[in-house]
């Protein structure tokens, strides 16, 4: 059979078993043992436990179970609503200082737990009431909240990044770095957004100024300053060639621990082992949909899938900026569907050659991938994070939330057009720092 028909065969199949209830893990094995079965035999199948526990050995995937432990022990203080409170107070000279604050803290936060679901819950329980007490439109309040959640598989330390580095053999590092400053223009374009929704309410009291003392302000740092010192110690760490990502994580997570326990006194046992208990279980589904996924792109190597997918795309005679708007617009439905993690692993084996051979970098090529992941967070049917917001603020209806989502969509989409026209804006710090990948 001729590998694309076949290819477009296994791609239909893998959305049915996907799209039926299954784990996603289980899903690519069924479909992976199922077509090695049919066109390579049953001694194929032999290959398949070596070949599953074998993508696990690889020293870079112990930072997965260690940056979830950090976010973890973070997620379970209240560091999320001190974030909030400290920047509320901080920011309260700036006209929608409240608005602005949510984001603040949304990025902060990211940035210490990698979650995006736990971004929003964090954030949300104390930002989106106190908007709403203060007259901020539902849309504003929610869909702040659910755009500025995604950030967490954007800004470093990103579990989405660190997937990518091992699903393409990318330094993860690198990945890290290129995170950084298209987080920030997000965090950005949210915040001008906001603003401007704000502005356009018609509501002039929500850009006044709200007061604080002096000492109200700075009464709630020691409560905020470890974590950003940690965030600054993981990264220097990192990049200081102290230690490699992985020693990083388990020091991070460490800290995490130890500032949770002495400084929120987080002592009660039953809610260490649920940070425990609640990471493993995520780190196993992780690392299990990675396996899974091993076992699925040696079916699609083997079966010529993915090297005709490569030659065939390569072979069409486009313009590169048309193949990758393409790409974008592929991503962008897989994203609406399918978890990022899943997205990654089953697409960037197959997109990876085809980007390189038309000139584009990886790294720059992860960022881009990955805001397309974030829309995918904000957007149905999956939505995680409108349906994380819904969880939080069940007063106010999904299709506001939706609603109130929709410019964020936006202001992403804007944000890969920039990418497109300036692709420094991911590539220059990590070669600024690492120096030009070889």
Known sequence: MDPLILGTIVGLLTILVLFSGVSVGIGLLVVAGGFLLTFDG??????????????????????IPMFIIMGASISSTRAGADLYEALERWLTRVPGGLVISNLGACSLF??????????CAAIGKMGIPEMLKRGYPAGIATGSIAAGGTLGILIPPSITMIVYGVATETSIG???????????????????????????SGNRALLTKQNYTWRQRFEILPRVIPFIIIIIGVLYSMYG????????AAVGALLCLLVAIVIYKLTNLKALWSIFRDSTKESVMILFIIAAAGVFSY???????????A?????????????????NVFLLVAGFFLPPVAVILMTAPILLPVIVNAGFDPIWFAVVLTINMEIGLISPPVG?????????????SLKTILRGSIPFVGCMVLAILLLCLFPSIATWLPEAVMGRAL
Not at 311 to 327: C, F, H, K, Q, S
């Open 299 to 309: 079916m699609l190597s083997t079966l010529y899938i993915t090297q005709s997918i």
């Open 174 to 200: 690198r990945l890290f770095l290129a995170g950084v400053f298209p987080g920030l223009l997000l965090v950005g374009l949210f915040m001008a957004w906001s603003l401007y929704a704000t502005w356009r």
């Open 384 to 396: 995680l994070n409108l349906y994380v917001i819904n969880g939080i603020a069940p007063d106010i």
């Open 110 to 119: 990211a940035a210490m737990s990698g979650s995006s679901p736990a971004t």
């Open 42 to 63: 049953i001694r194929s199948l032999e290959l398949m436990p070596e070949i599953f526990f074998g993508k696990l050995d690889s020293f870079a995937l112990l930072s």
């Open 311 to 327: 030659e065939w795309i390569g072979a069409l005679d486009v313009n590169r900026w048309v193949l990758m708007a393409a790409i």
């Open 241 to 248: 060639g102290i230690a490699t990502p992985s020693e990083t």
